[in-house]
């Protein structure tokens, strides 16, 4: 069972004033919505992750260690740009 004390340390969970709750699959706004490869099926990224000509996708699902997070779609805007900066010349 997951427990903050043993996650932060209990400095940290002392320090805690509020805390909410996100529930994705009753939100109506969300429904709970969230695209994931079958099992075996994940080095298929790497195929979303080549670029092709001058186009290259950016996006959760091109990231083989970060896929399905935030930070998996930031690192692979970065890639995408430097690629384009790379393609293009840059800005004019
Ligand atoms: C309920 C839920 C909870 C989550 N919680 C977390 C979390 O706690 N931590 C975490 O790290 N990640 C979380 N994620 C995952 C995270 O939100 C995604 O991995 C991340 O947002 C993916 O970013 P992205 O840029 O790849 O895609 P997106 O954020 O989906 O961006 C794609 C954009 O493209 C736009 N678009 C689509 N089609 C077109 C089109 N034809 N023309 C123009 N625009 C178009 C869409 O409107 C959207 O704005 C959660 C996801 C969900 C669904």
């Given amino acids: ?47 979303f992750a080549e670029p092709v000509g001058r186009l290259t996708l950016a996006g959760e699902y091109t ?3 970060g896929w399905g997070t935030l930070a998996g779609a930031f690192a692979s805007g970065e890639i995408a740009a430097e690629r384009a900066i790379r393609v293009t010349g840059g800005p004019a």
């Fill in 1 to 47: 069972m997951f427990s903050r004390a043993a996650s932060f340390g209990a400095t940290a969970v002392a320090k805690v004033e509020k805390v909410a709750v996100s529930r994705w699959s009753t939100d109506p706004l969300i429904r709970g919505a969230m695209a994931v490869g079958t099992p075996g099926a994940g080095a298929g990224r790497r195929a």
């Fill in 63 to 65: 990231s083989l260690d």
